[in-house]
């Protein structure tokens, strides 16, 4: 362990997204260093399990966190933590980079926004980790069967059908184990509505 | 809108994932521009992404990487310009074409049968999966088929029904397999809506060779 990841693993999810938010406002570009040693490794793994070679997935990781720079003041803490933010960023330049195309409509895949939130960021800052520490938890409560499947889902590209003949299942029963899985994930997310 | 015929929470889930193809995605994308109810679920499924990504064992980097990086934010290099060929049919009155179509290649509206025309609407770099505009005349049927693994059909103008209820926009219809249903455009008017699937396409009889060439996968 270097000191560098020693330092890291300080980081929680509430910090993770104070310094994007640091970035946003300060351009401050120690937050961008602490924030890129924490994320560029992990987005780097989560390119390689995409299926990605290991010159590919160190640019896209790259890419990622350039996007993250660039498009800081578009991180809205009451919507989702840092590490939710970053993935989706991640998972467009996946899908891009899939289709061979860097096109993609202005405005880049963010969804037109809601009614203004008018909570404070430091309160949003928290709802929304206590929100996602729940989602934590309950993914830690799925059974390995329901757990693999989600991580499947995610890093694979493969429909639940080629899921299902590789595990040797059948597909009914990875459906079903999808169904459980991400009904419990709700659960978790819903209990503050 | 009052959206009453929101998306699975398996196609939300690979829509977070970014494992749908193109044209199923694009449809999903239409119906999350106008349902806030299935865009607080996205986003819920996106947090499982964010919550897999914090857990992962973390990759070495190569070790001027982060020096590289910071050089180029220095270089403040312009963003590649973003153009995007479009063109657009004809609509009726006053519609607006779904932001989520903004980037896409969309086709002239062509004669697919009786009360029915049809546009291509082709995602970039989407290769063989896309999607169709229908658009089509008060009390027809939609065009009839069998079904891939995954068929999605968003209302934008007008409404349709089938055995699940009435489907007007905002409105998506998501079926699959094992789903025989049979939309029939509601008497009011005609109605446009945006249509992908998954998997192989199966229109039946002549129209089917007609529809064909417009819906691939």
Known sequence: ?193 | MSISHHLTDETLLRYAAGTLPAGPALVVATHLESCAKCRARLLAFEAVGGALLDALPPERMEPDALARLMARIDAQEAPAPETAPRRMPDFPGDIRLPAALSACEIGPWKWAGPGVRMSRVTVPGGGESGAVLLRIGAGRRLPEHGHGALELTQVIYGSFSDIYGRYGPGDVSETDEDVDHQPVVDASGECICLAALEGQMLFKGFLGRLAQPFVRF
């Open chain 1, 1 to 193: 362990m270097t000191s560098a990841s020693a330092e890291n693993n300080a980081l929680g999810p509430q910090a993770l997204s104070r310094l994007v938010v640091v970035i946003a406002t300060d351009r401050d570009r120690q937050a961008f260093t602490w924030l890129y040693r924490h994320y560029a490794p992990r987005l780097k793994s989560y390119f390689l399990r995409s299926g990605m070679a290991g010159n590919v997935a160190e640019e896209l990781a790259q890419e990622t966190m350039l996007q993250v720079w660039r498009k800081a003041a578009l991180f809205d803490p009451a919507k989702a933590g840092a590490g939710t933010w970053i993935f989706t960023i991640a998972r467009n330049l996946r899908v891009d980079y899939l289709r061979h195309d860097r096109i993609r409509p202005s405005g880049d895949g963010e969804m037109p926004e809601d009614e203004a939130d008018d909570a404070p960021n430091g309160e949003a800052l928290l709802i929304t980790s206590e929100r996602e520490e729940r989602l934590r938890t309950a993914l830690q409560t799925l059974s390995s069967e329901q757990e693999a499947i989600v991580r499947l889902s995610f890093f694979g590209d493969k429909p639940h059908m080629q899921i299902a003949q590789e595990l040797g299942i059948p597909l009914g029963t990875v459906k079903s184990r999808v169904r459980l899985a991400l009904a419990k994930l709700r659960a978790a997310l819903d209990g503050d509505k």
